[in-house]
């Protein structure tokens, strides 16, 4: 399979096994827990069709002018994919294997990753990837130290920078949730998160608060029954 934009040609082709692909650890150690805070949340809402894919530092690919470019943003979803999970284990081709991402993610650390690189020769630039080659719709750029966040959604063929509304979060509308920021504490790392609201502005809870929220429900009730005279069962 293959599409065209002006002076490139993208073939969209399964990455060949003899592949090498860039095993480089993630930047810093906040990557990882902000990555799986997003996933989380989700799984536990039943936002993650059976066949659909959230991405952390995993490589995807297509071929530009007949040379495999391959990026790994820090976060992405994948709305669905059409083949068996086996064969996406390794890497993942949209428009061959599925569907192009609905968004990704990349979160800014002390090191230069390029997430704004529009450099079109080979290798391109990763924001010149997702914008041009991939077209995927939502860009977030996230820095996680001061909890600033830079939304971009593609409007005839370029990205455009985002307005939060008046909640200061941002509605995807291909997940029918809203993004925005957090400040709190999880896993002993107490900062700014990214997190998920629904369309009536309810947070998706992670599992720690799940479960708060059922001790606090839980000696509310407690209290509640030692008021009318009843001692309740442990």
Same mark, same amino acid.
């Given at each position: @399979? ?6 490139? %040609?993208?073939?969209?082709?399964? *990455? ?7 095993? %480089? ?22 936002? &993650?069709? =059976?066949?659909? *894919? ?14 495999? #470019?391959?990026? !790994? =943003?820090?976060?992405?979803?994948? =709305? !669905? &994919? ?5 064969? #996406?284990?390794?890497? $993942? ?9 609905? &968004?990704? @993610? ?8 390029? +997430? $704004? ?17 991939? /077209?995927?719709?939502? $860009?977030?750029?996230? +820095? =996680? ?20 509304? +008046? ?5 995807? !509308?291909? @997940? ?39 001790? +606090? ?8 029954? /030692?008021?009318?005279? &009843?001692?309740?069962?442990?």
């Amino acid at each position: @399979m293959f599409t065209s934009i002006i002076n490139y %040609e993208i073939t969209w082709e399964k *990455l060949p096994d003899d592949f090498v692909l860039d095993n %480089e650890p993630v930047d810093n150690i906040n990557q990882p827990s902000l990555a799986a805070a997003l996933t989380e949340s989700l799984e536990l809402a039943g936002k &993650i069709p =059976p066949n659909a *894919l959230t991405t952390t530092n995993y490589d995807i690919c297509a071929a530009v002018n007949q040379k495999f #470019v391959v990026k !790994a =943003p820090d976060w992405a979803y994948i =709305p !669905a &994919i059409r083949v068996p999970r086996e064969e #996406v284990k390794r890497s $993942y081709t949209p428009q061959l294997q599925g569907k192009i991402p609905v &968004i990704v @993610m990349e979160f800014l650390s002390d090191t230069e990753g390029g +997430e $704004y690189s529009i450099k079109p020769t080979h290798p391109p630039g990763k924001w010149f990837f997702y914008e041009q080659v991939l /077209r995927v719709t939502h $860009y977030i750029i996230f +820095e =996680p130290d001061t909890g600033e966040i830079e939304a971009y959604q593609l409007d005839d063929g370029r990205y455009q920078i985002r307005t939060a509304d +008046e909640n200061n979060r941002y509605w995807i !509308a291909q @997940m029918g949730l809203f993004l925005g920021v957090w400040q709190g504490t999880r896993e002993n790392r107490t900062g700014y998160w990214l997190r998920w609201w629904d369309e009536n502005g309810q947070l998706l809870l992670w599992g720690v608060e799940r479960t708060q929220q059922l001790t +606090e429900k839980a000696e509310r009730l407690a209290a509640q029954l /030692r008021a009318a005279g &009843i001692e309740p069962e442990v």
